[in-house]
């Protein structure tokens, strides 16, 4: 069965880090681009950053650049996302996505993702 699994979420204070994971199992992510989204209530689901298959290309949101970093790594079958700097209005369910393709290229919108993980809980609150 073909799965993303997403961890590192939590409660942190403004101004503090996390580290997001998404692990994949049943498949490889070798040529997989992978995508971070959240979806804060009441809220669209926004792209965050993704990352192609080797990790060669990044996007990030606009809200995000300088505080989020997007990595990979092939050998664990996982991708990660640094967050630093955290905002109250980070606060959002983050989910990692994933679709297959041989092209050096990633999606910052959802419509062209196939698999999804469960998402992970991440609010920012003192």
């Known amino acids: 069965q073909l799965q993303l699994v997403e961890s590192g979420g939590g409660l942190v204070q403004p101004g503090g880090s996390l580290r997001l994971s998404c692990a994949a199992s049943?498949?490889?992510?070798?040529?997989?681009?992978i995508g971070w989204f959240r979806q804060a209530p009441g809220k669209e689901r926004e792209g965050v950053s993704c990352?192609?298959?080797?990790?060669?290309?990044?996007n990030y949101a606009d809200s995000v650049k300088g505080r989020f970093t997007i990595s990979r790594d092939n050998a664990k079958n996982t991708v990660y996302l640094q967050i630093n700097s955290l905002k109250p209005e980070d606060t959002a369910i983050y989910y990692c996505?994933?679709?297959?393709?041989?092209?050096?290229?990633?999606?910052?919108?959802?419509?062209?993702?196939?698999?999804w993980g469960q998402g992970t809980q991440v609010t920012v609150s003192s």
């Open positions: 049943g498949f490889t992510l070798d040529y997989y681009s």
């Open positions: 990352i192609s298959s080797t990790g060669g290309s990044t």
């Open positions: 996505a994933a679709f297959w393709t041989v092209q050096a290229m990633c999606l910052m919108s959802g419509l062209g993702y196939d698999y």
